[in-house]
């Protein structure tokens, strides 16, 4: 039966799902992909001067539209925060202070002075966190006898032996292996400027805990020893060996990874080296930067990543959810390019996984060395559908199943790039301390690979193994935590799919536990949000401020789960009626996670995908 949705607007029903398909249809390059911008915060932004001014490179033009930017991020009490609306955060306050200042800034114009006294309240320059202590030191703002030792002495620890590179995740890993050469020269590239204004007199280090962070802070001490007298043929086999480590991962486009921070610590690294600026890996990865680069009104800001990979599989469903036919020239166009972007070759992965063939996806325009598992699995979901008649799935469909299949933890459930990374102890020397370290499972990201396997031949018994892992990780009050997107209503709404895809029907207790926590976290206005302060705030936990894509999980969450009550009419009413005229939605605020509670992310091709994959599935209720 048709729900009455009561509308103030003229188009609603299906000429609002039309309206949101011609509008993401028109975000397609001609290529096939689509590519929505992705927003953090500014110390990208900050940071991207600091390297520039570090190799020698600082230009007016780079220096004053970003200058401009991050003025204009500047919130009325003087802090920059980590996402919309958060919490002042000392160290992206402290950064933005020093970039403005690196840019020609006067510390005693009204902006300055504000971030300044912010600065101070919060705690000072004392309490910002480890890598922004590691800019300081490279710009002669802090004395590197007070940032943790990194020895380079560290890759060549066993595969087996704790702490070893491979313990931690990609993303971590490979930024903590250029910053091991930059730990052992220790350079100081001074701006000119000192920043002593910001200092509160506490301490230079938070004092340990105690535990396993007291016994660090010991071997720090003792590491920073060794590295004023080390073994002279380990330490420069060492650093012939991390420096040999980095070449080998540097991607096409000149990026490490496709991600900022081990880009930049990479490049300052190699010149460390001795490379100079007109060697190519130097030349390919400033160049690089060109194309994470958005020059807008006047700004110029770095995204610290890009996602067209994910966007352009995400696309996809929407749009054939939406009835758009598989056959119709954008999608043919997507999936053809999707096509071409498959991985044929051994990455850090094949280090516990030697024997699986490879396959898969990246997030990225290019990262050969670090498929995402996520992205393969939503890739070849949408494959998948692509593929005529009833052969069953294609080669390359199984291809990429067979290696997700293969990347499954030991426990059961499914993390973002490796396999096993989940050893805890990465999380606890003083140099961690900001973002997640490791890669273990997540409930997001397992779901998706359940989701596709239960619908491949010969990856049952892992689709059941990976439902079971989802059942065991549900949370009293029903929901699942979010690893990569803010939070429960993102990890509830990837789970009640995969559940059905597995064979749960909606009578499960799962599912119906589920539906409650979902229905409980509806706002009073219809929609859903969550702030990511819910993270690590249990007064925000699945509460915030209605978000389309947010909307857009938790109904899809209850299409998979069967519902089309009350809460489904009111979800479908808040989409339908804050819709733009232009077929889009305005979204402010970041969903996305990078690391939970510490940086988050602004997808903002997920204000469209996610509401026309949401008011797709539900178009037989509309009117």
Known sequence: MTLKLRDTRADTGRTGLDLAVEHLLAQQSAEGWWKGELETNVTIDAEDLFLRHVLGVLRPRESEPTAR?????????????????????????????????????????????????????????????????????????????????????????????????????????????????????????????AIDELRAGGPPMPPPEGGWEHAFVAIDRLLGRYGRRPVRRLRAAALDRAEQWILERQESDGSWGGIQPPWVYSLIALALRGYGLDHPAM???????????????????????????????????????????????????????????????????????PHLQPSGWAFEFANENYPDIDDTAVVALALQRLAPGDGGPPPIVRRGAAWVAGMQSDCGGWGAFDAGNDRELCRRPPFCDFGEVIDPPSADVTAHVVELLAGVPGHGHEARRGARWLLGRQEPDGAWFGRWGANLVYGTGAALPALRAAGMGRDHPAVRNGVRFLESAQNEDGGWGEDLRGYGDPAWRARG???????????????????????????????????????????????????PGDFSINYHLYRTVFPVMALGRFRELLP
């Open 545 to 595: 401020t209605s978000t389309a894509s947010q909307t857009a999980w938790a109904l899809i969450g209850l299409h998979a789960a069967g519902e089309s009550g009350t809460a489904v009419e009111r979800g479908l009413r808040w989409l339908l009626q804050t819709q733009l005229p232009d077929g889009g939605w305005d979204e402010p605020q970041y969903t996305g996670t990078g690391f």
């Open 283 to 353: 030349r390919r990865g400033l160049e690089g930067l060109d194309g994470f680069t958005v020059h807008e009104d006047g700004f110029r800001r770095i995204e610290a990543c890009q996602s067209p990979v994910w966007d352009t599989g995400l696309a996809v469903i929407a749009l054939l959810d939406a009835g758009v036919p598989a056959d119709d020239p954008a999608l043919q166009r997507a999936g053809a390019w999707l096509a071409g972007e498959e991985i044929g070759v051994r990455g850090d992965w094949a280090v516990r996984r």
């Open 69 to 193: 930017w991050i003025r204009h991020r500047q919130r009325e009490d003087g802090s920059w925060a980590t996402f919309h609306d958060g919490p002042a955060d000392v160290s992206t306050t402290v950064e933005a202070y020093v970039g403005l200042r690196l840019a020609g800034d006067d510390p005693a114009a009204g902006h300055m002075a504000a971030a300044r006294r912010t600065i101070l309240e919060l705690g000072g320059l004392e309490r910002a966190r480890v890598f922004t202590k590691i800019w300081l030191a490279l710009l002669g703002m802090w004395d590197w006898n007070h940032v943790p030792v990194l020895p380079p002495e560290l890759i060549f620890l066993p595969r087996w032996a704790p702490l070893n590179i491979y313990d931690f995740a990609c993303w971590a890993r490979q930024t903590i292996v250029p910053l091991t050469i930059v730990s052992a020269h220790r350079p100081v590239r001074r701006a000119g400027f």
